[in-house]
């Protein structure tokens, strides 16, 4: 039975417990498991391997570049509008979520969530404000998101 250390995702050096061993072409060979991803790696390939009898890998929930790129052009302006200051980003297994800040060191004043449980009832977006009212929901996000454009109209 082989002593593997568990760490992050740390494939630098051989960690305390962990060890080199000599692989086929005479290089050392250091196996570590990854508990990230609960899959062994074998450092000089970086081939991934399923571990046996392991339980299922949680998928996790992300926004795609298009979303990105449509929730980033909206944060830009209204960063340029001095509205939004800060942003953070959260992918858990049963959502994603893009929360936005005046401040850094506050609770965040809008977050744009996806959830894509609810898609086939009230749409896996939605904007939620600070209280946690959800302040638009629905199956588009740039139309979710239209929700915010009244905040950059501004009497001259």
């Not at 593997?4 to 995702?9: C, K, P, Y």
């Not at 970086?46 to 990105?68: C, G, H, K, W, Y």
Request: glycine content about 8%.
């Amino acid at each position: 039975m082989r002593s593997v250390a568990r760490v992050g995702f740390f494939l630098g050096k051989i960690p305390p417990g962990g060890r080199a061993q000599r692989g086929g072409g005479g290089a050392p060979r250091t196996v570590f498991q990854v508990d990230r991803a609960l899959l062994w790696c074998h450092v000089e390939s970086m081939t991934i391997q399923p571990l046996p009898n392991s339980p299922p890998v949680s998928d996790v929930v992300a926004f795609d570049r298009r979303e990105l790129a449509v929730i980033l052009s909206l944060y830009g302006r209204m960063v340029a509008a001095g509205e939004w200051r800060d942003y953070g980003m959260s992918f858990l297994r049963d959502s994603a979520v893009f929360s936005v800040f005046r401040r850094a060191a506050e609770h965040p004043l809008y977050r744009i969530e996806k959830r894509p449980r609810l898609r086939n009832a009230q749409g896996m977006y939605a904007v939620v404000a600070m209280d946690g009212q959800i302040l638009r929901r629905g199956h588009d996000l740039p139309t979710v998101l239209r929700v915010f454009e009244r905040k950059l109209i501004r009497p001259v």
